[in-house]
């Protein structure tokens, strides 16, 4: 969702006359790079404690480096009274990034008469219908898109949620849904522009309500997540739908049905578990029990079965350990769903107190090497299903959207999400016949040779 911010930031500034700084590398910016800038925006991350420190280490070096630039911060720290205290001798200006109209009069005290600006880019407001003053505009600015075939495309914001671990509702404030026909239209520019790869973004995409009287024009007010799957799915052209992040407490019968049906809609899903203890699922607030999340996991199994038959499909979770009060008996639990779901991708978390989050409040008190080894025990777990689920690939053939080349190798990824590495890339495929340059942004066929634990490697297919 930041990423999406950003390129949302990165195109009103290039609008509003600003142009990025040419950076040999984007793989590491180093505060000597920065520096050369006359604005530098930081969009924060406060998930961890990590990206934090980094923001204020980044911060810190830039302001010692050019003594005269201007630095903004947004995103999830930015409204945190302890980081304007911090570094309010630092940062020129604090902004929500809902509010865009802040950053623009900023823009115009401090740059329009270099700019030359006579006007700035406007974007439409959208008040979200429960009448409260929650403005989601900034999202109907058309962003400047990170590469030119896969697309974030928020379709809300925000959480209602209050995990105890979480910082997100109270970063980005409650939820808000962008109305359908705002993005109707964003996906059918995209796929008009040869898109192939949509994802669908929210903090709990599950609980989407267009309740815009705009999203009348495309299927009355109040469509819901899987009506806008359905309406996005039905726009004509061969492209990819993906979506995150799923909320298992909303997950109804009612999305399973679209989600493993739907011909665009990717075959992979990510439900996060975050605990398999019932204790612990209570303690973080998450409202639902390891048996309703294995019902929703069996669910989805018998729906894709029904609904596409034969097809594999790919399930993915995000655990946490190291919970406040998390016993090696509650770990186990976590250990015990994955055995049973079988994932082929979980991301770990190892617990990090967040400052305004219920969970600061409790008493961290399983050690950092604890975490580290309960992080690496459930991996071992991972490793094991994920290798064998990446073996029924073998000698099978899958689409693959190529995303990358190095030297002789291209990389891509199938529509279960997994990477796949292709090594014969001098063959004559028909794509680069009818006049493409390259094969990256196209999706081809490729037969499954070698199966890893992390990726499969394989070959191009002509028919
Ligand atoms: S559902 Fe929970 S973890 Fe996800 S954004 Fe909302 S509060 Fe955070």
Same mark, same amino acid.
């Given at each position: 969702m930041n990423f999406s911010d950003s390129e949302r930031?990165? %195109?009103?500034?290039? &609008? %509003?006359?600003?142009?990025?700084?040419?950076i040999k590398t984007d793989k590491e910016i180093i505060a000597k790079d920065l520096a050369r800038a006359n604005l530098v925006i930081f969009n924060s991350c406060g998930v961890r404690k990590m990206p934090e420190d980094r923001a204020f280490g980044q911060i810190h070096n830039l302001r010692k480096n050019n003594p005269n630039i201007k630095i903004a911060l947004t995103g999830c720290i930015s409204q945190r009274k302890d980081v304007q205290t911090v570094l309010k001798n630092k940062v020129d200006l604090f902004f929500s990034i809902k509010d865009f109209d802040l950053l623009k009069n900023f823009v115009i005290e401090n740059f329009s008469k270099n700019l030359k600006l006579k006007t700035l880019p406007t974007s439409r407001q959208v008040k979200n219908s429960n009448n409260t003053q929650e403005n989601i505009a900034y999202l109907s600015?058309?962003?400047?898109? *990170?590469?030119?075939? &896969?697309?974030?495309?928020? #379709?809300? *914001?925000?959480c209602n949620n209050f995990c105890a671990y979480c910082v997100v509702p109270y970063a980005r404030g409650r939820e808000v849904s962008r109305p359908a026909e705002e993005i109707i239209d964003e996906v059918k520019s995209l796929v008009k522009n040869d898109y192939k790869e949509i994802i669908l973004l929210g903090q709990n995409v599950n609980s989407y309500r267009s309740t815009s009287p705009s $999203?009348?024009?495309?299927?009355?007010?109040?469509?819901?997540?899987?009506?806008?799957? @359905?309406?996005?799915?039905?726009?004509?052209?061969?492209? !990819?739908?993906?979506?995150?992040?799923?909320?298992? @407490?909303?997950? %109804?019968d009612e999305l399973i049905e679209p989600i493993t049906q739907l011909?665009?809609?990717?075959?992979?899903?990510?439900?996060?578990?975050?605990?398999? %203890?019932?204790?612990?699922?209570?303690?973080?607030?998450?409202?639902?029990t390891r048996k309703h999340y294995l019902g929703l996991i069996k669910k989805i199994k018998e729906s894709f079965a029904k609904n596409k038959p034969g097809a594999i499909f790919s399930l993915s979770s995000d655990v946490i350990v190291g919970f406040p009060g998390e016993t090696k008996t509650q770990l186990e639990k976590s250990a015990e769903v994955m055995r049973k779901v079988k994932y082929d991708m979980v991301y770990f978390g190892q617990f990090s107190p967040r400052p305004q989050t219920a969970a600061w409040l409790m008493e961290d008190n399983v050690s950092k090497p604890e975490k580290e080894r309960r992080e690496k025990y459930l991996n071992e777990i991972l490793k094991k299903t994920s290798l064998e689920n990446n073996q029924k690939y073998l000698d099978k053939i899958f689409d693959v959207l190529i995303e990358s080349q190095k030297g002789g190798t291209y990389f891509g990824k199938t529509r279960t999400l997994k990477n796949v @590495?292709?090594?014969?890339?001098? #063959?004559?495929?028909?794509e680069l016949d009818s006049g493409s340059k390259s094969?990256? $942004?196209? #999706?081809? &066929?490729?037969?499954?040779?070698?199966?890893?634990? !992390?990726?499969?490697?394989?070959k191009i297919y002509i028919k």
């Amino acid at each position: 969702m930041n990423f999406s911010d950003s390129e949302r930031l990165a %195109s009103f500034l290039n &609008s %509003s006359g600003f142009t990025p700084l040419k950076i040999k590398t984007d793989k590491e910016i180093i505060a000597k790079d920065l520096a050369r800038a006359n604005l530098v925006i930081f969009n924060s991350c406060g998930v961890r404690k990590m990206p934090e420190d980094r923001a204020f280490g980044q911060i810190h070096n830039l302001r010692k480096n050019n003594p005269n630039i201007k630095i903004a911060l947004t995103g999830c720290i930015s409204q945190r009274k302890d980081v304007q205290t911090v570094l309010k001798n630092k940062v020129d200006l604090f902004f929500s990034i809902k509010d865009f109209d802040l950053l623009k009069n900023f823009v115009i005290e401090n740059f329009s008469k270099n700019l030359k600006l006579k006007t700035l880019p406007t974007s439409r407001q959208v008040k979200n219908s429960n009448n409260t003053q929650e403005n989601i505009a900034y999202l109907s600015v058309t962003p400047k898109y *990170t590469n030119d075939f &896969s697309a974030n495309v928020p #379709i809300m *914001t925000g959480c209602n949620n209050f995990c105890a671990y979480c910082v997100v509702p109270y970063a980005r404030g409650r939820e808000v849904s962008r109305p359908a026909e705002e993005i109707i239209d964003e996906v059918k520019s995209l796929v008009k522009n040869d898109y192939k790869e949509i994802i669908l973004l929210g903090q709990n995409v599950n609980s989407y309500r267009s309740t815009s009287p705009s $999203g009348r024009g495309v299927g009355g007010e109040g469509v819901n997540f899987a009506q806008l799957l @359905k309406m996005i799915n039905n726009i004509p052209g061969n492209f !990819w739908i993906r979506f995150m992040t799923s909320h298992p @407490k909303d997950m %109804s019968d009612e999305l399973i049905e679209p989600i493993t049906q739907l011909d665009k809609v990717c075959e992979s899903v990510h439900l996060p578990i975050q605990s398999g %203890s019932n204790t612990v699922l209570k303690n973080m607030n998450r409202r639902y029990t390891r048996k309703h999340y294995l019902g929703l996991i069996k669910k989805i199994k018998e729906s894709f079965a029904k609904n596409k038959p034969g097809a594999i499909f790919s399930l993915s979770s995000d655990v946490i350990v190291g919970f406040p009060g998390e016993t090696k008996t509650q770990l186990e639990k976590s250990a015990e769903v994955m055995r049973k779901v079988k994932y082929d991708m979980v991301y770990f978390g190892q617990f990090s107190p967040r400052p305004q989050t219920a969970a600061w409040l409790m008493e961290d008190n399983v050690s950092k090497p604890e975490k580290e080894r309960r992080e690496k025990y459930l991996n071992e777990i991972l490793k094991k299903t994920s290798l064998e689920n990446n073996q029924k690939y073998l000698d099978k053939i899958f689409d693959v959207l190529i995303e990358s080349q190095k030297g002789g190798t291209y990389f891509g990824k199938t529509r279960t999400l997994k990477n796949v @590495k292709v090594t014969n890339v001098n #063959i004559c495929h028909p794509e680069l016949d009818s006049g493409s340059k390259s094969l990256i $942004g196209k #999706i081809i &066929s490729v037969k499954i040779t070698k199966a890893n634990i !992390w990726n499969l490697e394989g070959k191009i297919y002509i028919k």
